[in-house]
T-cell receptor
Framework: GDSVTQMEGPVTLSEEAFLTINCTYT??????LFWYVQYPGEGLQLLLK?????DKGSNKGFEATYRKETTSFHLEKGSVQVSDSAVYFC???????????FGQGTRLTINP | DAGVIQSPRHEVTEMGQEVTLRCKPI?????LFWYRQTMMRGLELLIY????????DSGMPEDRFSAKMPNASFSTLKIQPSEPRDSAVYFC????????????FGEGSWLTVV
């Protein structure tokens, strides 16, 4: 079945550090890929998405590139801030089925 | 634009009581989803609707759970009778077809069953 695997958390970094959160997927067909972010006490918000191979999604300094050859969609940011502390979810949406399949989430804490 | 609206935001109830969670999706969206989030199991899709019709309810844990969508602007998730293991955050989300479009989440209903 379709699935998403994220790097184990929690992840703790210092402010201005470089961030990578790994995400790989298994899917039949060609999925769309998403990163959602959840701040404490809130719902999930879309961070970025990519709908086809080699597309790069970007938002708020975060980037992720849809790599079909490695079935990956790793999230990166060049310089993190304390306000980036949250839980990050990678997800896929298989064509023909609107529902999202989520990874387990990665909790990120940024220390000043 | 108003986002997905859920109520109640917080509920504490005693075991055995009926719980009803409510959701108003974003106007114009034809898909509605109910998710449950727990520390142990992460985010689980319970059920989703397309044009008010349930499409996949395979994630509904057992007969104590039921969901309805009587019209395009309202859905309910009911638990009867509730049990402590139902304690979780329940999210409603909505989206517009076709697949690949963004799904928007509400702020969640935080349920505690004691």
């Amino acid at each position: 079945g379709d699935s998403v695997t994220q790097m184990e958390g929690p992840v703790t970094l210092s402010e201005e550090a470089f961030l990578t959160i790994n995400c790989t997927y298994t899917a039949t067909g060609y999925p769309s890929l998403f990163w959602y972010v959840q701040y404490p006490g809130e719902g999930l918000q879309l961070l970025l998405k990519a709908t086809k191979a080699d597309d790069k999604g970007s938002n708020k300094g975060f980037e992720a590139t849809y790599r079909k050859e490695t079935t990956s969609f790793h999230l990166e940011k060049g310089s993190v801030q304390v306000s980036d502390s949250a839980v990050y979810f990678c997800a896929l949406n298989v064509r023909g089925a609107q529902k999202l399949v989520f990874g387990q989430g990665t909790r990120l804490t940024i220390n000043p | 634009d108003a986002g997905v609206i859920q109520s109640p935001r917080h509920e504490v109830t005693e075991m055995g009581q009926e719980v009803t969670l409510r959701c108003k999706p974003i106007s114009g969206h034809d898909y509605l989803f109910w998710y449950r989030q727990t520390m142990m199991r992460g985010l689980e899709l319970l059920i989703y609707f397309n044009n008010n019709v349930p499409i996949d309810d395979s994630g509904m844990p057992e007969d104590r759970f039921s969901a309805k969508m009587p019209n395009a602007s309202f859905s309910t998730l009911k638990i009867q009778p509730s049990e402590p293991r139902d304690s979780a955050v329940y999210f409603c989300a909505s989206g517009e077809g076709p697949s690949g479009n963004t799904i928007y989440f509400g702020e969640g209903s935080w349920l505690t069953v004691v």
